[in-house]
């Protein structure tokens, strides 16, 4: 990965990790930290990431980004290893290889010790239904 594509995503990042973040789906602020950083770049524990990986989930960053600050609804909570994940998930358009299609990109946040939210993922997934993907 080019040191300049992940420089300009540090740079987006560091600057979301600068202002409020409120979700209307949780009703509290969420916290972006370094935690989420490391787990998109894998630079943190087991969780090694492809080139692959890395690039498509810094790219949907300002997803990630629209999606807590505009989503009202949780879609999923769980609890796995006494920590709780919460799910947000929209339908956005995407560009990718020059084509545009709709993907619903997913937003993990995980509650802290204090029981505030904190960004930790965002992935996306492509449309099932083929004739519905491109646009």
């Known amino acids: 990965m080019s ?14 990790r ?3 973040c409120y979700s209307p789906a949780l009703k509290e602020n969420v916290i972006i930290s370094l935690l989420g950083w490391y787990h998109l770049t894998g630079q943190s524990g087991a969780k090694k990431r ?6 498509r ?5 300002k997803f990630a980004r629209e999606i807590i600050l505009e989503s009202t609804t949780i879609q999923n909570i769980e609890k796995r290893n006494n920590k709780l994940y919460f799910v ?21 946040l995980v509650e802290n010790k204090k ?6 993922s965002v992935m996306d ?3 099932p239904n083929k004739r519905d993907k491109k646009v």
Do not use: C, H, P
Not at 3 to 16: A, I, L, P, R
Not at 50 to 55: G, L, P
Not at 90 to 106: D, F, G
């Open 3 to 16: 040191q300049t594509f992940k420089k300009k995503w540090w740079n987006f990042y560091s600057q979301w």
């Open 57 to 61: 989930r810094l790219q949907l960053l």
């Open 125 to 127: 997934k492509k449309s």
């Open 88 to 108: 947000i998930e929209a339908m956005k358009l995407v560009t990718e290889k020059n084509k545009k299609e709709w993907r619903k990109i997913r937003v993990i």
């Open 115 to 120: 029981g505030q939210k904190t960004f930790l």
């Open 50 to 55: 492809s080139w692959n990986d890395v690039y």
């Open 18 to 20: 600068k202002e409020r």
